[in-house]
């Protein structure tokens, strides 16, 4: 289990992390997901020991890597570390590379490397190949099986698919995913990107400004975040205020069910797969709102609604099936479909 | 209406298309000729080899005398080459890795040498201690004078090198000095090749440096066999031994490098590194640059502070230096535009059609610039006694000498400034109804303009403190600075040198900050 307790890091006036504590349970694929100068990565660089920390206490696994009693220097925490583009030595062949970290004598080094490259989906006759006669995903690879050749007790990857193709990403998460369960390392993995981060990790911390915005599982972030921005952060939000009542919040969207207890004034997160779209002409239940634009996705049309005379502060999106023929301009009915959340610092 | 918009259309089309064909007939007519020209010096070592007939070859080249001079250049590069790469890589790695204190001053302070030519640093040794002469002086003023060239390119990869790729190697269990030595070191390999290259042909075409430090080279032996004994046949020999060098070197190092590719794989900007906490190490670690600052700049600044002080009013004859300030304006102007000139077709070529041929003509261009200075001035004099009596000795000869040494230089600058400025930018302006040249100014010639002055002006930096090809090429009563320099050194008159150094060294001063700047691209780029 990896332990961060009132970590700070400071350049200067910038605050990199500020009294940040978390725990990434062993065994977890734990992401730090935030916007850029959000201190992520300094987390993972502290993590790491490139970097050490102005205050606080790192272990792993009951061992105090950075403390009262010093700090473990990076090469002796057995924590390995996949940068961003992978860093693969570019004079090294990929076979040197994936041993790097193995003995240069042991008997069985060359048999080990053809094991890991196999594991990561790289036939064994890349080992010749040189770094630059790679793709950026093959690179990928190599920099992930170098980094089980080790066999850390820890697993950092810094943003390790950013500088994928759209759908190589997708393939290469879900690959890393499963050679991380099938080996058994815990992983702390930083990414912006909030699509990867909640189909990733099954530990999800989201930092801001230097602080831990909010942590936990992500469903029950992307669900009931902490906070408005984080809502924001993890996908569209639509905020609601209202009053509640009885276990149902009123709302400019109508009456939306909520675990609450009763207040004069909160505010409740919608997300726009809760919204139900409906033609004005086909019901008469909801609130009313107007087709501002519209954008073809396929399966989907993707309406820009203004419901701004019915009360919400600003224009939303929302996912209707293809065959709906509605157009701008068009008058729809509005309801929620399913229970909403009341944001805990909800003004009362 | 809409028929004047179809004919602009028509002749903007035409325009953008007639900007498509880079490799004009012309640029490429042109770019040959000067490629055939830039081998001259090498058909002529050629032409003297297979004339000279085996009996005269054996007579003038495997003498005692030829053996000697050939143990003392390797002795040369066997100490200068390696110790440089030892100094050079320690210095850069303390001035761009470690919290060492000034550190941006002692970058400066490294390649501040470079202001200084290599015979003046050997003026200042020879004046400061009078008997230190001989191998040991010749490869500490070596040394002192060149290290910059491998200073440069190893700060430079340095700052280039991927952090990431240290820290991974780091969090792989590697302690610091073995992520030194397997993962630092060999990626630096290419710029220390690139930089022990560059001194090792200057340690072969130097002349000045090694005649005040007493030392025999092939380079002091031919202008020795030329001005003193004037013995044509032995000079053009040893100038072909001393060709043979030059191509070994350049093999060795072709042969060294390999193929191998040590740049930073992956698209995106590396990040920036912090420093190496030196602790208590960090004032100690200031004796380095501090005692290769004192000896490469305290010295020779000293000494020449000391000849300019004792020298008094009496050494600024101006009626002397200004012609001698002048004429080496005058020579570096002409040379620099000229030079700029000539390899304006080749850079062109090399960026807008590259091409098989046009790779070999790049080479014909570039290859000169591995030849010493005495060897192309060898080439010049035989060739116009023998072919062109009335171009002997003559300005035309003297700036065709330069453009020769220094083509590859300018070839460089430019097509690096030719780069810059993409064809589409052209194709824009045409599309938009600009006539061709009018495209071309606009665009590529603008962008261009700044990066072709600074390569002119590193010519004609170059031309300033150019020595051995001067004295052997200039017409009579031609006196530059260097000449006026050397004739005074020559005759242990060190006050009187002292002027005509320093100016050098204030015009050099340019070329220091202008190879700084490049350096920081390097790291921005």
């Given at each position: 289990m990896l332990e961060l307790r009132g970590i700070s890091k400071s350049y200067g006036d910038h605050k990199g992390a500020s009294d940040v504590s978390l725990v990434a349970p062993s065994g977890s694929r734990t992401v730090i997901v935030g916007p850029s100068g959000s201190g992520k990565t300094t987390l993972l660089r502290l993590i790491a020991g490139f970097e050490a920390p102005d205050a606080g206490t790192i272990s792993l696994d009951g061992r105090q890597l950075h403390g009262a009693g010093g700090s473990v220097p990076p090469h002796k925490r057995n924590i390995a570390y996949v940068a961003q583009e992978g860093a693969?030595?570019?004079?090294?062949s990929v076979g040197d590379n994936v041993g790097f970290a193995m003995p240069r004598q042991a008997v069985d080094r060359a048999r080990r490397v053809d094991e890991l490259l196999e594991q990561v989906g790289l036939p064994a006759g890349f080992r010749a190949r040189r770094p630059h006669q790679l793709s950026g995903g093959q690179q990928q690879r190599v920099a992930l099986a170098r980094a089980l050749a080790q066999k850390p007790d820890l697993m950092l990857l810094d943003e390790?698919?950013?500088?994928?193709?759209t759908g190589l990403r997708e393939a290469m998460r879900t690959m890393v995913g499963d050679v991380l369960r099938e080996a058994g390392i815990a992983s702390v993995l930083v990414t912006h990107d909030q699509a990867e981060a909640l189909a990733f990790a099954d530990h999800l911390v989201v930092m801001r400004d230097g602080l831990v915005a909010d942590a936990g599982p992500p469903q029950r972030l992307y669900e009931r975040p902490a906070d408005v921005e984080t809502a924001r952060f993890l996908g569209e939000a639509i905020v609601l205020p209202s009053a509640i009542v009885g276990g149902v919040a009123r709302t400019a969207l109508g009456d939306v069910p909520v675990r609450?207890?009763?207040?004069?004034r909160a505010d409740v997160l919608v997300r726009p797969e809760q919204v139900v779209v409906a033609a004005q002409s086909e019901s008469s239940m909801g609130a009313l709102g107007r087709i501002l634009h519209r954008s073809y996705r396929g399966a989907q049309w993707r309406l820009e609604i203004d419901c701004r005379d019915g009360g919400v502060a600003e224009p939303f999106c929302v996912d209707v099936p293809a065959g709906l023929d509605l157009k701008p301009g068009d008058l729809v009915r509005l309801s929620v479909a399913n229970e909403a959340h009341v944001f805990p610092d909800s003004p009362t | 209406m809409a028929v004047s918009v179809d004919l602009g259309a028509t002749k903007a089309a035409k325009n953008a298309r007639s900007l498509g064909s880079s490799g004009h007939p012309l640029i490429l007519g042109a770019a040959a000729l000067t490629g055939l020209l830039s081998l001259l010096p090498l058909g002529f070592v050629v032409y003297i080899a297979a004339t000279s007939g085996w009996g005269t070859i054996a007579d003038l080249v495997f003498r005692p005398k030829v053996g000697g001079l050939l143990v003392n250049t390797l002795m040369l590069l066997v100490l200068v080459l390696p110790l440089s790469v030892l100094l050079a890589v320690a210095l850069a790695w303390l001035i761009?890795?470690?919290?060492?204190?000034f550190a941006k001053f002692w970058s400066w302070m490294v390649i501040?040498?470079?202001?200084?030519?290599a015979f003046v640093h050997s003026y200042a040794w020879n004046a400061f201690m009078p008997r230190f002469h001989g191998l040991g002086a010749a490869v500490l003023v070596s040394i002192l004078a060149y290290l910059p060239f491998l200073y440069l390119p190893v700060a430079a990869q340095l700052r280039r090198l991927d952090p990431a790729q240290e820290e991974t190697a780091q969090s792989m269990g590697k302690r610091p000095i073995e992520v030194f030595f397997l993962v630092v070191l060999p990626q630096l390999r290419l710029a220390i090749l690139g930089g022990a290259l560059l001194i090792g042909l200057h340690l072969l075409a130097e002349y000045g440096l090694f005649v005040l430090t007493r030392f025999d080279t092939f380079a002091t032996a031919i202008v020795d066999q030329f001005q003193s004994v004037y013995s044509g046949p032995s000079a053009n020999l040893l100038g072909g031994v001393l060709v043979l060098l030059c191509l070994g070197l350049l093999g060795l190092e072709n042969l060294v490098r390999g193929s191998e590719r040590y740049a930073r794989v992956g698209a995106g900007a590396a990040r920036r590194r912090g420093r190496v906490a030196l602790g208590r190490w960090r004032c100690p670690a200031l004796l380095l640059p501090l005692i290769f600052a004192a000896l490469s700049l305290a010295v020779p600044v000293l000494t020449l502070g000391r000849w300019l002080w004792s020298g008094g009013a009496e050494i600024w004859r101006f009626d002397f230096i200004l012609p001698a300030l002048g004429q080496t304006a005058v020579l570096a102007l002409a040379g620099a535009v000229l030079t700029t000139l000539a390899a304006v077709p080749m850079a062109w070529l090399a960026v807008r059609a590259p091409g098989r041929v046009q790779r070999t003509l790049e080479a014909c261009h570039s290859y000169v610039g591995a030849l010493p200075g005495v060897i192309i001035a060898l080439a010049l004099v035989t060739i116009t006694v023998q072919v062109a009596l009335p171009l002997y000795q003559t300005l035309a000869t003297l700036i065709f000498a330069y453009v020769l040494m220094f083509l590859p230089r300018a070839l460089v600058g430019l097509r690096t400034s030719i780069a810059q400025a993409p064809v589409e930018l052209e194709r824009a302006a045409a599309s938009l109804g600009r006539p061709p040249v009018s495209a071309i100014w606009h665009t590529t010639i603008r962008l261009a303009a700044p990066g072709a002055m600074a390569s002119a002006a590193l010519v004609a930096l170059g031309i300033t403190t150019e020595l051995t090809g001067t004295l052997m090429l200039a017409p009579n009563g031609t006196r530059t600075l260097a000449m006026r320099f050397w004739s005074y050194t020559s005759e242990l008159d060190f006050a009187s040198a002292a002027p005509y150094a320093l100016l050098m060294i204030v015009l050099s001063i340019p070329l220091v900050i202008m190879l700084h700047m490049q350096s920081d691209r390097v790291e921005q780029a």
């Open positions: 693969l030595f570019p004079h090294m390790p698919f950013s500088a994928l193709d609450h207890e009763d207040v004069a | 761009e890795r470690t919290d060492i204190p501040a040498p470079l202001a200084l030519p």
